[in-house]
Structure formats: structure tokens, C-alpha cells
């Protein structure tokens, strides 16, 4: 009997490369205000959904659930830092997570629920992680960032000796 192969995967917001460096450049101007563990550009991102270590029988389940996703296409502003002193996490966010972002979440897991995964029910904080184990330090305010929403992606978390890596599996563009 052969040992069923296990995929971290994750849906999330993934930035094309003009919203990338806007969050880049935003990321490096709060963290030159602390130290801790920065997060590589390259890995910025909002996860929408973590499902976690899933079977690869369930990965069927889980792109059908995305296709079922009702949600529009939005725009979203990320406009200031924030710490989470519990959990040493320094994050980019918007002031305001515009509802249409709320509805695409609630979607989502609404879908996922057949797939047998449950919604994390504490409330949603749209975030991009930028450093971890981070000490407190001056949160200085940003240029905002404008993120037009057009898409749900599903990815896929490796780690290695580097850290993590992330692999874009499947795109699916919200409707207009």
C-alpha cells in the first residue's frame, strides 16, 4: 500500500508585477523601521483560504469549488502597516476591506465545504505578510498601493532549505 501524496495548497491574491513592486517598495519602507525575518518579494500575496496539507484525490474537489466561486471583480487599496505583537507578524493591508473581497472569502469557503474544509471563523484581515518574528517598530505610514482584483488563484507551498517557495497551480478570473 503506497502512501497517498499530500499538497499544502492555498487560494489567495496574487499581485501581477506593477502591484508587486508598488507592495515591495511599501514593505521595504516599513521594515528599514525593526528587524525581524522579511518575507521575499517575490512571495507577497493575500491568502484568502489556507487549506493546509490536502490528499491529491481531494485536488479535483477543491479546482471544481473554485469554479463554482461567485464573486466580482473588485479593487483594493492597500493603504497602511500593521503589527501583530502575538504572533511577531508585520503586514501591509487595506484601512478598508472593500465587501466584495468579503463576498469572494464567503463564496470560496461556501464551495469548499463539500471538499470537507471548514472556514476559519474568526474574522477575515485581508493582509499581505511582510516580515516575521518581527520586535516592534515605528509604523510609518505608506503610498498606498492600488490592487485591481480580477482573479482567485490556487497555490501551492513548498519548503525547503531557503524558505518558502510558492507554485501558481490554477487561475480562475472573477466576473466583470
Same mark, same amino acid.
Given at each position: 500500500?503506497?502512501?497517498?501524496?499530500?499538497?499544502?495548497?492555498?487560494?489567495?491574491?496574487?499581485?501581477? #508585477?506593477?502591484?508587486?513592486?508598488?507592495? #515591495?517598495?511599501?514593505?521595504?519602507?516599513?521594515?528599514?523601521?525593526?528587524?525581524?525575518?522579511?518575507?521575499?518579494?517575490?512571495?507577497?500575496?493575500?491568502?484568502?483560504?489556507?487549506?493546509?496539507?490536502?490528499? @491529491?484525490?481531494?485536488?479535483?474537489?477543491?479546482?471544481? $469549488?473554485?469554479?463554482?466561486?461567485?464573486?466580482?471583480?473588485? $479593487? *483594493?487599496?492597500?493603504?497602511?502597516?500593521?503589527?501583530?505583537?502575538?504572533?511577531?507578524?508585520?503586514?501591509?493591508?487595506?484601512?478598508?476591506?472593500?465587501?466584495?473581497?468579503?463576498?469572494?472569502?464567503?463564496?470560496?469557503?461556501?464551495?469548499? @465545504?463539500?471538499?470537507?474544509?471548514?472556514?476559519?471563523?474568526?474574522?477575515?484581515?485581508?493582509?499581505?505578510?511582510? #516580515?516575521?518574528?518581527?520586535?516592534?517598530?515605528?509604523?510609518?505610514?505608506?503610498?498606498?498601493?492600488?490592487?485591481?482584483?480580477?482573479?482567485?488563484? *490556487?497555490?501551492?507551498?513548498?519548503?525547503?532549505?531557503?524558505?518558502?517557495?510558492?507554485?501558481?497551480? @490554477?487561475?480562475?478570473? *472573477?466576473?466583470?
Amino acid at each position: 500500500m503506497s502512501a497517498r501524496r499530500k499538497r499544502r495548497l492555498f487560494f489567495a491574491l496574487w499581485p501581477d #508585477a506593477e502591484v508587486r513592486n508598488g507592495l #515591495a517598495s511599501a514593505a521595504a519602507a516599513v521594515r528599514k523601521h525593526g528587524s525581524g525575518r522579511s518575507v521575499p518579494d517575490e512571495n507577497l500575496h493575500i491568502t484568502l483560504a489556507f487549506l493546509g496539507s490536502v490528499d @491529491e484525490e481531494l485536488l479535483d474537489c477543491v479546482r471544481s $469549488a473554485a469554479e463554482q466561486v461567485n464573486a466580482g471583480a473588485f $479593487a *483594493l487599496t492597500i493603504d497602511r502597516a500593521g503589527w501583530w505583537k502575538r504572533t511577531g507578524i508585520l503586514w501591509l493591508g487595506p484601512s478598508a476591506g472593500p465587501a466584495a473581497l468579503n463576498r469572494l472569502v464567503k463564496s470560496l469557503w461556501a464551495a469548499l @465545504e463539500p471538499c470537507g474544509f471548514w472556514p476559519d471563523f474568526r474574522d477575515f484581515h485581508p493582509h499581505v505578510t511582510i #516580515a516575521r518574528r518581527w520586535r516592534k517598530a515605528r509604523l510609518p505610514e505608506i503610498r498606498p498601493v492600488h490592487w485591481p482584483i480580477d482573479a482567485l488563484m *490556487l497555490l501551492e507551498s513548498h519548503t525547503g532549505q531557503r524558505g518558502a517557495r510558492y507554485t501558481l497551480l @490554477e487561475r480562475w478570473p *472573477l466576473i466583470r
